[in-house]
């Protein structure tokens, strides 16, 4: 791979710029940015990569394009990019959810051309080039897309790009893709983020100042709810058929551990407190999380 | 204050041994302990604490009693005491929630004895004696209960225990207390162990190992979700009146975000996400978590 073209280059695209050039994958990075603060962040920052007003320039000199914006801006894109894009250039992306988006790109880009998807499992709460990391990718899984009309030299060569950055692969199609994190991440965030707006709810309510003595679990909660909202709202609306399934079992789930509750089950509510706590133990196990007692934040 | 008995040797009442011994705050430190597997790692970690088998030698002995029990016990433990305990011994507590364990207290605890309570907001979600650390309580809240019957020369004594041990200090009504910590405590947690619950039947429904794929957000709730079931059963058990109030609004309002999802309502989601971020900033302002992003873990 010669050059890489990084369009989008805020916390994560960012990170690849730091990372491609740390591990010498590309011979020169062009960055594609829409936004005026965060091209004069990333000329402060000195970042390694060339920062291109053109479009048309970025992706004509390049052989691998990225595209690291909301999922929302792909149509906008896509619709410039097929002026000049040939079928050779490997195109991904590193969105959150794949159906829709897929079916996004199917619609609108050129007929012939291949986009093939990744999503590596990686970000933080914090958004902006001023807060990537060339290892942000590092022994983090990144999961690409095999659907129907997935081409398969373009995986495997994006597949290898992806290790090259030190990631650990996983191909799944769409639909299986877009069921797992509806789990263990879109619920999560849409959890988190009705905690703190249910939080607020209540400080109007009570009209007492709660946020103060959050360190006895709501400050958690905060870190995620303080996610990109464009982000996630786009996430949100992607993935909507499998985030509603998953919110419809979070609500039943939780109304039997309020009768539980309200009739003191013992054997119930202790038999899932305990089950849960295996979940930790296995994060642990499998790399998924530091093992120090309160993420060694004290 | 010369000697102190704490009753129950886990993660807090260990911590406590170790910041009393440090700061010096007693001559001697009594430890009446249950559990035969804590007491072996007690006197395995040297705690400067003086393990009693006898609670009536302990009481005798100390000037200030500390119950770090799970509030479970207290009904027994009070039984025990009422054949030995006299009006001028300062009692306290850890306890998370207040009135229904209030209200054993009163019931059981023999006449003209006052029992001072405290609920420190700190802790983690590992257990056991080899967890503690000397600095559990140092800049972190501890509330103290004013309720119509509390002694105030008793509760002024504890304030000032607990400040020795560099704890900011607020003293509220056990009704205002279980409001509060019903939203920023209470709820997180079943909220957290909800999520990992439905995590786990989905696994099973989907049969696909989702847990390896925690890191986009799953697994931030595991730390909560992996706290001591006992103590947790304990707290939704006690508190259920308010935490069943903070469980409707909780489902009241993942509702409407349901509905903003299905109906991509834009406006709508967009006012949620970003005015929950707010959230994040007023936290980590009022020094109830760090300032790094992702807790500082990467």
Request: proline fraction near 2%.
């Amino acid at each position: 791979m010669k050059n890489i073209l990084i369009i989008g280059c805020g916390l994560l695209g960012s990170s690849l710029v730091r990372g491609i050039s740390k591990k010498k994958i590309a011979k020169k990075i062009f960055i594609f940015e829409k936004s005026k603060s965060n091209i004069s962040k990333i000329k402060k920052l000195k970042l390694p990569g060339i920062i291109t007003k053109s479009l048309e320039n970025g992706v004509i000199n390049s052989d691998l394009i990225i595209f690291c914006t909301p999922m929302s801006e792909y149509k906008k894109l896509i619709l410039k990019i097929n002026n000049f894009i040939s079928p050779k250039k490997l195109i991904t992306d590193i969105g959150s959810s794949k159906i829709e988006s897929s079916k996004i790109i199917a619609k609108f880009l050129k007929k012939g051309i291949h986009w093939t998807r990744s999503h590596p499992i990686t970000g933080s709460e914090v958004s902006g080039p001023e807060h990537g990391k060339y290892n942000m990718f590092e022994g983090k899984w990144c999961v690409l897309i095999k659907d129907k009309n997935t081409n398969s030299k373009h995986l495997k060569l994006i597949n290898s790009f992806w290790k090259k950055l030190g990631s650990k692969t996983v191909i799944m199609n769409s639909e299986k893709h877009d069921k797992i994190f509806s789990i263990t991440s879109h619920l999560p965030h849409l959890v988190a983020y009705n905690l703190v707006k249910s939080a607020q709810d209540f400080e109007k309510i009570l009209k007492i100042n709660l946020i103060k003595y959050s360190a006895g679990g709501l400050r958690d909660f905060s870190r995620i709810a303080a996610s990109n909202e464009i982000m996630w709202r786009d996430i949100f609306f992607d993935n909507k058929t499998h985030i509603i399934k998953a919110i419809d079992l979070f609500i039943k789930n939780l109304r039997f551990f309020k009768k539980d509750i309200k009739n003191k089950k013992n054997k119930s509510i202790l038999k899932k407190l305990s089950k849960t706590k295996r979940v930790r133990k296995q994060i642990i196990k499998l790399k998924q999380d530091i093992d120090k007692p309160d993420f060694g934040r004290n």
